[in-house]
């Protein structure tokens, strides 16, 4: 029997009752004349009235074309004369909204059982993105934030500004911007005469942070910085008020305050999921090797392993938490001999009091292979995060009891890309004039405990900081999640 004929004897047999969609896709799997078949289809569950598989329900907008117009021929003839099967082309019921924010709701085909996908992304049109200029073309600008663009909804790389005519001239050719949109570090200032630029990303060795982030606002443009937001809590402050008197916006670039996985931590934790939060031990470390690199200067990095990536212990768990530590205790250790830790520290091991007698034990270093977890302990249960500070590779694990047994959970989310996110939330504040969730006092809030912790360590005994009433003291509101 022909395909088309087995088509046509289900059609006959399920005629005045429901064929199944199963049933239908599996022989127009096979390459039959889905056109035919779903206008006889349709007209046999009409009993025999007009209507088409793609029909919708009444009020709901929706595209494509009515199968019953289209060619009811089974096969494709190439131009090379070969034959490949064919269906019909045809779009199911869509919601298409108007609202450039609203996404496209497509027709649902998943059951509740697997985790759902979706919303459909609604990215802004190009000229209605922000606009941003790259300072800085080193190793974060070029394998990171520029390839993030393209997973942006909301913002768009306009210009660059480097020390380097050579990289300018590459990287602006490869993301399509403007050799007139190429900045040297002396002609910084110009970037106030191009309409294009709402942003300034400053991707800069740290100890430039406060220097760049107050010229660029005096051009009145809005600034993302990248952690840690300078070297000192000093700097920090002259930053923020730069901005205020500017009228500009400022955000720091906690990414992970933006990340799924920690971000379901967050709630996990502050939803006490398994009862209060009682510890947390958390670990940063990676190894260098370059000591004339400008993350083993002093002067240019500001200190060793902790601003650089202690600092993620740190400011995660004062995310996870929502409270702020109200004294520290710090140990460091550099390998005496070693060129790479002249000036700055090699490790650190510090531990942070919070309020209800919440400890947070971390280590961070730069003499060990790659490893970056927390884990927190609340009373009925844990939550541990490995590569939780990493770009990527996010694992989420939970422990709780159960009667006589020992439940060990893998939790799974959709990984975003930081940046991406990141991004598009501070074109979000642009857009639509509000703070960011990281403004810079939640980055000056990091220099002063971070500056208690050197205290300590020089010191050798625990250092006090002034009490913080409330959660969230540091942050802005909540962002949209994308
Ligand atoms: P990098 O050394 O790879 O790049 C730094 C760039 O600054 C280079 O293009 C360099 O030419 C330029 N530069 C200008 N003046 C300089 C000077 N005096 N000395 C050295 N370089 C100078 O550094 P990076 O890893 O891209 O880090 C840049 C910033 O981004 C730092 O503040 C760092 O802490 C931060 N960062 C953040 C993340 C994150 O995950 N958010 C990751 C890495 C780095």
């Given at each position: 029997?022909?395909i088309?004929?087995e088509l046509?004897n289900?059609?006959l ?7 199944s969609r ?5 022989l127009?799997g096979?390459?039959?004349a889905v ?5 006889t289809?349709a007209?046999c569950?009409?009993g025999g009235?007009?209507?088409?598989a793609?029909e919708?329900?009444?009020?709901t907008p929706t595209?494509g ?7 009811a021929s089974t096969t494709?003839?190439?131009p ?9 082309a ?5 919601k298409v909204?108007?609202?450039v924010?609203?996404?496209i ?5 998943k059951?509740d059982v ?8 609604t990215p802004?049109p190009?000229?209605?993105r922000v606009g941003?200029?790259?300072v800085g073309l080193g ?5 990171e934030?520029?390839?993030?663009f ?5 913002s768009?790389?306009v ?6 005519p050579?990289k300018l001239?590459?990287v ?9 949109s190429c900045?040297?570090y002396?002609d ?16 800069l ?12 606002a ?8 990248e952690k840690p937001m300078a ?10 008020d730069a901005?205020?008197k500017a009228?500009v ?5 906690y990414r992970?305050?933006?990340?799924p996985y ?7 934790v502050?939803n006490?999921?398994?009862g209060?939060?009682?510890y ?6 990676q190894s260098s ?10 002067a240019l990095?500001?200190g060793?392993?902790l601003?650089d990536?202690?600092?993620?212990c740190l400011?995660t768990?004062r995310?996870v938490?929502?409270t702020e530590p109200t004294?520290?205790f ?7 001999g070693?060129?790479?830790f ?5 490790m650190?091991?510090f ?5 209800e007698?919440?400890?947070?034990n971390?280590?961070t270093d730069?003499?060990t292979?790659?490893s970056r ?11 541990h ?5 990493a ?5 989420l694990?939970?422990s709780?009891a159960?009667?006589?047994a ?7 989310l959709?990984?975003?890309n930081?940046?991406a996110?990141e991004m ?9 004039n509000q ?5 810079g ?5 990091d ?13 050798g ?5 002034p009490?913080?009433?409330g959660?969230d003291v540091?942050?802005g509101?909540e962002?949209?999640q994308?």
């Amino acid at each position: 029997m022909s395909i088309t004929n087995e088509l046509l004897n289900t059609v006959l047999r399920h005629a005045g009752q429901e064929v199944s969609r199963k049933e239908f896709l599996s022989l127009a799997g096979r390459g039959l004349a889905v056109g035919v078949a779903a206008t006889t289809l349709a007209s046999c569950n009409s009993g025999g009235g007009s209507g088409s598989a793609a029909e919708a329900k009444p009020g709901t907008p929706t595209t494509g074309t009515p199968a019953a117009e289209v060619d009811a021929s089974t096969t494709y003839t190439a131009p090379g004369g070969q034959t490949v099967p064919s269906s019909e082309a045809v779009s199911p019921p869509a919601k298409v909204p108007a609202g450039v924010d609203q996404p496209i709701e497509l027709e649902a085909w998943k059951s509740d059982v697997d985790p759902q996908s979706g919303p459909v992304p609604t990215p802004l049109p190009p000229e209605q993105r922000v606009g941003y200029a790259i300072v800085g073309l080193g190793h974060l600008s070029l394998e990171e934030i520029l390839p993030a663009f393209g997973e942006c909804k909301k913002s768009k790389p306009v210009a660059l500004v480097s020390g380097s005519p050579e990289k300018l001239k590459k990287v602006a050719a490869q993301y399509g911007i403007t050799p007139e949109s190429c900045y040297s570090y002396q002609d910084y200032e110009k970037l106030k005469d191009n309409p294009e630029v709402k942003a300034i990303y400053i991707v800069l060795p740290n100890s430039l942070h406060a220097e760049y982030v107050i010229r660029g606002a005096s051009t009145g443009k809005h600034i993302l910085c990248e952690k840690p937001m300078a070297t000192s809590a000093r700097e920090c402050e002259l930053m923020i008020d730069a901005c205020k008197k500017a009228g500009v916006k400022l955000m720091i670039a906690y990414r992970i305050q933006y990340e799924p996985y920690n971000r379901q931590v967050r709630d996990m934790v502050r939803n006490s999921k398994f009862g209060k939060p009682k510890y947390i031990e958390a670990q940063n470390s990676q190894s260098s090797a370059n000591p004339e690199h400008w993350r083993h200067k002093k002067a240019l990095a500001g200190g060793g392993a902790l601003p650089d990536i202690g600092l993620y212990c740190l400011n995660t768990s004062r995310f996870v938490l929502g409270t702020e530590p109200t004294e520290v205790f710090a140990y460091t250790y550099s390998s005496p001999g070693n060129p790479l830790f002249k000036e700055i520290e090699e490790m650190m091991s510090f531990q942070l009091r919070f309020p209800e007698g919440v400890v947070v034990n971390c280590v961070t270093d730069y003499n060990t292979h790659d490893s970056r977890f927390y884990r927190v302990s609340a009373e009925r249960g844990w939550i541990h995060v490995d590569n939780a500070y990493a770009y990527t590779g996010q694992k989420l694990q939970t422990s709780h009891a159960e009667g006589p047994a020992k439940m060990q959970n893998q939790i799974t989310l959709s990984e975003k890309n930081q940046f991406a996110a990141e991004m598009d939330h501070f074109s979000e504040c642009i857009l639509k004039n509000q703070p960011p969730h990281t403004p810079g006092e939640e980055g000056l809030q990091d220099h002063r405990i971070m500056e208690a912790l050197y205290q300590s360590a020089r010191e050798g005994r625990p250092v006090k900081l002034p009490a913080v009433q409330g959660t969230d003291v540091f942050r802005g509101p909540e962002p949209k999640q994308a």
